[in-house]
């Protein structure tokens, strides 16, 4: 057997041993490969758990990322717990806007994320700033929401 049909046999042997043993819960993104959601231009600049005070482990993570450019904020929201079983979620980043609609806010069942969801920024003290919310129910619709959601309002205040 020749060294390139071996290489074959182990990566699809891997390939077919990542498939079958695939994580029932996955893993938050890293900052670093959260770029191709938004698109070009936008970086990482916040990510927190999805959490309920009654649990231990976080239902996900919301993502929000900044365009320089374009002044623009984009957000998304990651399962880590129930993937694959289509549960509510909500993302919104309300920036200039100054409410949540359809272009900047994002809702419904999902099976492994939401987003993303986009809005200018507006200016607060020569910084950038928009807020934003996200949150995941649990199969029998108990609400988790991003850790530093304000109870009153359910965003949080982000400036760049």
Not at 88 to 97: D, I, N, P, R, Y
Not at 104 to 123: F, H, K, Q
Request: charged share 10%; aromatic share 10%; with cysteine.
């Amino acid at each position: 057997m020749n060294i390139r049909r071996l290489w074959s046999c182990v990566a699809l042997g891997a390939l077919a041993l990542g498939v079958a043993a695939a994580p029932a819960a996955a893993a938050p993104l890293a900052p670093s490969t959260v770029g191709d959601v938004c698109g070009a231009g936008y970086a990482y600049v916040h990510a927190e758990p999805i959490v309920r005070s009654d649990s231990t482990l976080p239902a996900g993570t919301v993502y929000v990322q900044y365009n320089a450019y374009t002044r623009s904020f984009c957000g998304f929201a990651v399962k880590s717990q129930w993937v694959g079983v289509a549960t509510e979620m909500s993302v919104a980043t309300v920036g200039s806007s100054g409410t949540a609609n359809q272009s900047n806010s994002a809702s419904g069942p999902r099976l492994y994320s939401i987003g993303p969801s986009r809005d200018t920024a507006w200016e607060s003290d020569g910084k950038h700033c928009v807020l934003f919310g996200a949150s995941i129910s649990d199969p029998e619709g108990n609400q988790y929401f991003h850790q530093s959601a304000n109870p009153a309002i359910g965003y949080t205040r982000l400036c760049v």
